[in-house]
């Protein structure tokens, strides 16, 4: 762990989703396909994270399993969240919990595997720069990543089911960066998001 920590902006991967709308058996864990690039879909999200944010937790809902093994493997520290069911606010408030001295963090989802480097390090400028909440816009649309200053830090750690952050972006202002990332809108659902590219 590095000495600068409190100083730093931390990479949150959500990865403790069970991806019904994938396979609704719960057979095939949709992080761990194949992309038409070569790799799992989860590491692809955790891998642009990584080139950019000296620190990166990911949070999974087993321990023993092969998205743990593998985001272990890449460089990431791993939280399993016990109340991952109750959706992505909760593994968010499990992350948060373990980097509470950061100055900022940006907050990326494990199905989203072409974010583009450039955009994880134009959302950590803006941070660094103080803004409290920061997101990017490809074609005048929100996507993902998105970025939230110490300032945010109360107000996401009292986050709880699937509410996620929504809320913290609809009452707060939002730092809109403009990317040409068609990946910020590109997530793996199905089957067919595998064979598709974002660009």
């Known amino acids: 762990m590095q000495s600068h920590d409190h100083e730093q902006i931390v990479g949150i991967l959500l990865a403790a989703g069970k991806g019904l709308r994938f396979d609704p058996s719960g057979a095939q864990n949709k992080l761990l396909q194949t ?18 944010l000296p620190q990166v937790t990911a949070v999974v809902r087993n321990a023993e399993d092969a998205v743990a093994s593998e985001l272990t493997q890449l460089g990431c520290k791993v939280v399993v969240c016990p109340d ?20 900022g963090w940006i907050i990326a989802l494990g199905d989203m595997p072409r974010v583009q480097t450039s955009t994880i390090a134009a959302l950590a400028n803006e ?12 074609q005048g649309e929100r996507g993902n990543p998105v ?13 709880g089911g699937d509410q996620g952050a929504r809320s913290l ?4 202002p939002v730092t809109k960066v403009a990317v040409d990332d068609r ?17």
């Open 35 to 52: 992309t038409i690039d070569g790799d799992t879909v989860v590491i692809a999200a955790a891998t642009a994270l990584l080139a950019v």
């Open 84 to 103: 991952a069911e109750q959706g992505m606010g909760a593994s968010l408030v499990c992350a948060l919990e373990q980097n509470q001295q950061a100055t």
């Open 127 to 138: 941070l660094r720069n103080g803004a409290g909440i920061v997101a990017p816009f490809y």
């Open 147 to 159: 970025g939230f200053g110490k300032q945010h830090l109360p107000a996401l750690l009292m986050l």
């Open 169 to 172: 972006l609809k009452n707060h």
């Open 183 to 199: 990946g910020i809108h590109y997530d793996i659902d199905t089957v067919a998001d595998l064979q598709s590219r974002a660009d």
